[in-house]
Antibody, heavy 121, light 107 residues
Framework: EVHLVESGGGLVQPGRSLRLSCAAS????????MHWVRQAPGKGLEWVSG????????AYADSVKGRFTISRDSAKKSLFLQMNSLRVEDTALYYC??????????????WGQGALVTVSS | DIQMTQSPSSLSASVGDRVTITCQAS??????LNWYQQKPGKAPKLLIF???NLATGVPSRFSGSKSGTNFTLAISSLQPEDLATYYC?????????FGQGTKVEIK
């Protein structure tokens, strides 16, 4: 069974940084693309970033481009999201999501339970 | 960015009713569309991929289709456990974008 467990969320001041981690288990991590998708309180879903199985293709939403960096570590079977220059509007529940395929960034197949990031002074 | 517009934003129906949700893209996305179900307090779940293919374990009362530029998610016989918000998502272009969601309530 696929398990995705996010960590690293919390309360942070605007302009500061935070790093989210996602520990993956129950599948061959190296074989699949991965994503971060967020949901602001009471709002809809917003795709944040995606990375293919070999990190050969990486993409970001315009709202985070230049501030957030996605990465993955096959030895640790983990996905990361480095978030810099955080803004109040980045406040959301951040989901770690597995893709259905290795080379695409198309399908949000399995989801973690989310890590809450609150940006406030 | 491709805009995804869902309708209605919410609906209320009785158990056993047929329910349909529509999603329209701001440009042609071929069949590059997925549907997700998010139950209250839970993470979303993939329901349908490539416009009409049921994801593993999804009950057969759910179906997806395309007509012209509109995509439809149908629930043939609404069940109490279908209480949820449903989202469409396109993968024709980056960034990937979602519809605003349709909240389904049970009368």
């Amino acid at each position: 069974e696929v398990h995705l467990v996010e960590s690293g969320g919390g309360l942070v001041q605007p302009g500061r940084s935070l790093r989210l981690s996602c520990a993956a288990s129950g599948f061959t991590f190296d074989d699949y693309g991965m994503h971060w998708v967020r949901q602001a309180p009471g709002k809809g879903l917003e795709w944040v970033s995606g990375i293919t199985w070999n990190s050969g293709r990486i993409a970001y939403a315009d709202s985070v481009k230049g501030r957030f960096t996605i990465s993955r570590d096959s030895a640790k079977k983990s996905l990361f999201l480095q978030m810099n220059s955080l803004r109040v509007e980045d406040t959301a529940l951040y989901y770690c999501v597995k893709d259905m395929h290795p080379g695409g960034l198309n399908y949000f197949d399995n989801w973690g339970q989310g890590a809450l990031v609150t940006v406030s002074s | 960015d491709i805009q995804m517009t869902q309708s209605p934003s919410s609906l209320s129906a009785s158990v056993g009713d047929r329910v349909t949700i529509t999603c329209q893209a701001s440009q042609d996305i071929f069949n590059y569309l997925n549907w997700y179900q998010q139950k209250p307090g839970k993470a979303p779940k993939l329901l349908i991929f490539d416009a009409s293919n049921l994801a593993t374990g999804v009950p057969s009362r759910f179906s997806g289709s395309k007509s012209g530029t509109n995509f439809t998610l149908a629930i043939s016989s609404l069940q109490p456990e279908d209480l949820a918000t449903y989202y469409c998502q396109q993968y024709d272009n980056l960034p990937r974008t979602f519809g605003q969601g349709t909240k389904v309530e049970i009368k």
